[in-house]
């Protein structure tokens, strides 16, 4: 709020300028409070943006890429053992 007003209250007769300063209060607190309830969901809203970016063909590739590391691990369990 304006400097120049601050020193104005009830008290000192000046009621609009009291009324304002608790509007203005109460507008502030409001803000913030939408504020950080927009905030909270950010992060989930940047991954998604980020993982609708990345194509099908991407996700295909990584996967891709994975078996390629992978391929050459051998099973385990279920081995027959020659029977």
Known sequence: MDGSQKGLSKDS????AAALRDVHDSWERYVKDVSARC?????????VGNN????DEAIKAEIAELKVQYED???VGGQAGGR
């Open 13 to 16: 007769g000046c009621l609009n």
């Open 73 to 75: 691990t051998p099973a």
């Open 52 to 55: 609708r970016m990345r194509t």
């Open 39 to 47: 905030d909270a969901p950010a992060w989930l809203f940047e991954k």
